[in-house]
């Protein structure tokens, strides 16, 4: 079973990037159909960021991220990119990288990175 491990969070200003990586190990990634990017504030639930179908880099994003993130896939890495532009106060969270069959499934998690965005 692959091993995810996330990096690249921190704090930032409202208006700024900041780019997180997830680094896969034990499995390539490409064994698996899709990776994902997922968010969890304080005290509420864990909500779906995006994600990216390995085969042909089909990408699909949550409306509250649509056009300041991008989601991108570096097989010989073995690594998966989220960017992050124009962040808000909003977007303060842990971030998770998935794995999973489908874009919509995802079944192996990392153990998140923290996203704070100061307004």
């Known amino acids: 079973q692959v091993q995810l491990v996330e990096s690249g969070g921190g704090l930032v200003q409202a208006g700024g990037s900041l780019r997180l990586s997830c680094a896969a190990s034990?499995?390539?990634?490409?064994?698996?159909?899709?990776a994902g990017w997922f968010r969890q504030a304080p005290g509420k639930e864990r909500k779906f960021v995006g994600g990216?179908?390995?085969?042909?880099?089909?990408?699909r994003y949550a409306d509250s991220v649509k056009g300041r993130f991008t989601i991108s896939r570096d097989n010989a890495r073995n690594t998966v990119y989220l960017q992050m532009n124009s962040l808000k106060p909003e977007d303060t969270a842990v971030y998770y990288c998935a794995a999973g069959t489908s874009i919509s499934l995802y079944e192996v998690w990392g153990q998140g990175t923290q996203v704070t965005v100061s307004s």
């Open positions: 034990g499995r390539t990634f490409s064994r698996y159909a899709a």
């Open positions: 990216i179908t390995w085969s042909d880099g089909y990408a």
